[in-house]
C-alpha cells in the first residue's frame, strides 16, 4: 500500500525557518497535484500551500510570502519551506498527493513555534 511519510517537523523559536519534506514509499502514477495542509490545535484542518505537475503553485493568505512548496514529480515528493515562523504556525502538517478519482494522505509532522 503505497504511503507518504513526512519529516522535518519539531520544536523551532519564532522567526525561524523550517523545511517539511514529503515523499511516497513507491511511485504513484498520475499525481497531478500535491500539497500541504495544516491542522492547528482545536481547529480543522487547512490547506496552506499546492503545486501542481506543471509547477504551478498556491499559499494560503497566512503563508504567502515567507513560504515556498517545490516537489519532484519523479520521486511524487513535495516540500515546504517556511519561513519566519510564528506562533500561529504551530500544528500538525500534512501532505497529500492527488489524482483524478483519489487522494494519499501522510500522517503528519507535528510542528511547533514557541514565542
Known amino acids: 500500500q503505497v504511503q507518504l511519510v513526512e519529516s522535518g517537523g519539531g520544536l523551532v523559536q519564532a522567526g525561524s525557518s523550517l523545511r517539511l519534506s514529503c515523499a511516497a514509499s513507491?511511485?504513484?502514477?498520475?499525481?497531478?497535484?500535491m500539497g500541504w495542509y495544516r491542522q492547528a490545535p482545536g481547529e480543522q484542518r487547512e490547506s496552506i500551500a499546492t503545486i501542481t505537475s506543471d509547477g504551478l503553485t498556491s499559499y494560503a493568505d497566512s503563508l504567502k510570502g515567507r513560504s515556498t512548496i517545490s516537489g519532484d514529480n519523479a520521486k511524487n515528493a513535495v516540500y515546504l519551506l517556511m519561513n519566519s515562523l510564528k506562533p500561529e504556525d504551530t500544528g500538525v502538517y500534512y501532505c497529500?498527493?492527488?489524482?483524478?478519482?483519489?487522494?494519499?494522505w501522510g500522517k503528519g509532522t507535528l510542528v511547533t513555534v514557541s514565542s
Open positions: 513507491e511511485t504513484i502514477a498520475g499525481i497531478n497535484l
Open positions: 497529500y498527493a492527488a489524482q483524478i478519482g483519489r487522494a494519499y
